[in-house]
């Protein structure tokens, strides 16, 4: 269907005439006449939020802007046969401007709603938005509409109807029943009750929560009880934990696309999307009774705040969108974790209105305390919408919310193959694959470059320090390079292995034990598309990550190197980096082969050790890429930024190259020499492709990674497993997981005199005790979690 070629200005004229003859153009929301509206009046308030004042500095540029860019769209509207607005012809291959132009339609209806815009209640303003939705829908986007293509699904099923929907929200009073008939009746055509059917194409986890909403939303606007109710009983299915595929997991990962971490993308619109249908529907007859609901609020704490560090989301789960230049900013803040760990703050306030007393205190205090952290994008430099920041101002302000510090732990994920390490100063994660989780995410044309970041990357922030990923560093880092993994320097192409999952190594070993406090971390290692094979074990502690490799190898032709850390300085960084002792020259391109390095120190940043002295490679240099060498949505800007690279080289086609370091993050240099100098602080138990295991005796920390059956000081065990012993006093506590998630039972051998079980989980069967201690391990189902035992020591 097409709409005739007429003006823009007889266009608008013939469709406002009749806005006007109905009696729609009315600036103030009518009052709710029934349920429907009730709950249509929250939807708005939602939209447009509480508590603004245009005078006030953080809203009044803001709302200028939005009626600026709102007076934009409007100028630039020229009605056509085939467009609303030219640069967004209806024809495209994959439906963008039908959302686009429903997204500056929305834009032009928050600038009619909102004070402050200069546009607010502007009669002409809200006639051409009624005219554009009008078009739109005699256009392309109706219920005659027929997708020419399957690219089209997510602008027809998700985008486009979430946009229209939130316009006619916003613009209610100005809308004639005929129009919000038609508009109902294209959501349907696009979007019907049986998108939500199981097994429906897309219709999981996250974009299922996204169809509830749409179809709920639908129902309100429409005052249909059988849509609204549709759309909340089809929640129930993406509720509950799930075992495999995409979902949440019992030990806090999100996994989307099935292979990818994705807490920070699709996990926060999936928490989004439960929390705006709870904020409008509860009280309601509508209410959401699912008792699993309450699985959404745990998330909160289980699998998005212990990825928050100060205000910023960390890129480990937030799979392709690290990719993606957050515009209309500085290019220091173009990296966007801020602004999605704002965006998971906002969801998460949402929520919080369903929550009970108890869990608002929490996540209030949660809030406030990143907010308060956050010096790198504080909130008047968020890029969040009006009603968003409305809310976390609120919070931000409130003096009864008492603020929460950082915890510090330690937390292994092992369902999406990620470890959290937080200290009081600082925090670390890594990003790990195996068979169960990509090497990377690419799709669409996105994250062209992430090759190695589920290589064992480590990515760590100080709390001075929050803008390392933020300011340019995926498209200015050497995408070889990334810091913490093991890789061959082999030549790899855009994308390569291919997208949404496919590129995975054929490995299982992935994981580890956690006490809470520490972690013994490993990964089985294979390079994409490469040869490359070898062991990498992660151990972290109060202030160090002690970091072995071993079984090192690769026949690719090409150099292997493990990437003992990349920096990115920012554009003009001159930071000092000192090995033993002595300052290295901060001259741009200087390079150096340090042979015998014992200890490092970057200022600013922290402290490297190398025990007994080990040969390192250092850089300082100027890199420069631009956001579309990573992203083909991105800018063809150039960034320059300034690094430096300490690496290990281990030559062209190694075998069985092993490595031992120390990272100390925030540590001074007179800290990170003490702890070269002294020899007694770790004691390596094991390097090889067999097992990898260390020994802190000041800290009665025993650790063994077994990647195969065998026996290392104390410890034996029959199978793949991670083995962690803490020791205080006369008390000893052993954990172990299978982290292959492959091998059902294992026979774990201590071998220490045991007077007595203290405690035990379920899964854990002591065989017998007194000079050693013999225990059977069920990790069948477990999926790598840590099981643990408590005893006394003889």
Known sequence: ???????????????????????????????????????????????????????????????????????????????????????????????????????????????????????????????????????????????????????????????????????????????????????????????????????????????????????????????????????????????????????????????????????????????????????????????????????????????????????????????????????????????????????????????????????????????????????????????????????????????????????????????????????????????????????????????????????????WWRDVTLGQYTDAFWPTVDPYRMPGTTVSKKTLADGAGGDFGAPRPTSTWAGGTSDGTYGALGMDVRGLQSTLTGRKSWFFFDDAIVCLGAGIGCADGAGVETIVENRNLGPTGGHSLTVDGVGMPTTLGWSATLTGARWAHLAAFGGYVFPGGSTVKALRQERTGAWRDINANGSTTPLTRRYVTMWLDHGTDPSAAAYTYLMMPGADSTTTAARAADTTWLSLLANSSAQQGIRVPSLGFTAVNFYSAGTVGTLTSTGAASVMVRENGTTATILVSNPTQTVGSLDITVNRAVTAVVSKDPTVTVLSTGSSLQLRVNTAGQAGATQRITVTLG
């Open 1 to 459: 269907m097409t709409t005739p070629s007429w003006s823009r200005r007889s266009f608008l004229s013939t469709v406002a005439g009749t806005a006007l003859a109905a009696g729609v153009l009315g600036t103030t929301p009518a009052l709710a006449a029934d349920a429907y509206d009730t709950i249509r009046l929250k939807w708005r308030e939602l939209l447009l939020g509480t508590g603004i004042s245009a005078s006030d500095p953080l809203f009044s540029g803001r709302l200028s802007d939005l009626g600026t860019q709102a007076a934009s769209f409007r100028s630039s509207m020229a009605p056509s046969a085939s467009s609303l607005w030219p640069d967004l012809p209806y024809s495209s291959p994959a439906g963008d401007p039908v959302t686009g132009s429903y997204n500056r339609l929305r834009t032009m209806a928050l600038a009619h709603a909102q004070p402050g815009t200069g546009l607010t209640g502007n009669a002409s303003l809200a006639a051409d938005i009624v005219a554009g939705l009008q078009h739109v829908h005699d256009g392309v986007y109706n219920a005659s509409f027929t997708l020419p293509n399957l690219n089209w699904w997510w602008n027809a099923q998700i985008g486009a109807p979430t946009y229209l929907l939130e316009t006619c929200a916003v613009m209610y009073d100005h809308l004639s029943a005929t129009q919000i008939t038609q508009f109902c009746a294209a959501v349907d055509h696009f979007v019907p009750d049986s998108q939500l059917d199981i097994g429906a194409p897309h219709s999981d986890s996250a974009n299922r929560v996204d169809f509830c909403k749409t179809i709920a939303l639908r129902g309100i606007l429409g005052k249909n009880s059988a849509k609204i109710a549709t759309a909340r009983d089809g929640l129930s299915p993406a509720l509950p934990l799930v075992t495999s595929g995409d979902g949440f997991y019992r030990d806090g990962s999100y996994v989307f696309h099935s292979y990818h971490p994705y807490a920070a993308s699709y996990g926060n619109a999936f928490l989004g999307g439960i929390a705006y249908l709870c904020a409008l529907l509860d009280g309601s007859a509508w209410e959401i009774t699912d008792p699993n609901k309450q699985l959404v609020f745990d998330a909160v704490e289980q699998s998005f705040s212990p990825f928050v560090y100060s205000g910023v989301i960390m890129d480990s789960v937030s799979g392709r969108a690290c990719s993606r230049e957050l515009t209309g900013v500085d290019a220091s803040r173009s990296g966007g974790d801020h602004a999605r760990g704002q965006g998971i703050m906002a969801s998460i306030s949402t929520l919080a209105m369903g929550a009970s007393a108890a869990e608002r205190a929490r996540w209030h205090g949660l809030i406030k305390g990143w907010l308060q952290r956050d010096y790198y994008v504080p909130l008047q430099d968020t890029v969040l919408s009006v009603p968003s920041l409305s809310r976390l101002n609120a919070i931000r302000n409130d003096s009864a919310v008492t603020a929460v510090a950082e915890p510090v732990g330690n937390r292994v994920f092992g369902s999406m193959d990620r470890a959290v390490h937080r200290r009081p100063t600082w925090a670390a994660c890594l990003s790990m694959s195996s068979t169960r989780i990509a090497f990377y995410a690419f799709g669409n044309q996105e994250n062209k470059r992430g090759w190695h970041t589920g290589s064992g990357m480590i990515s």
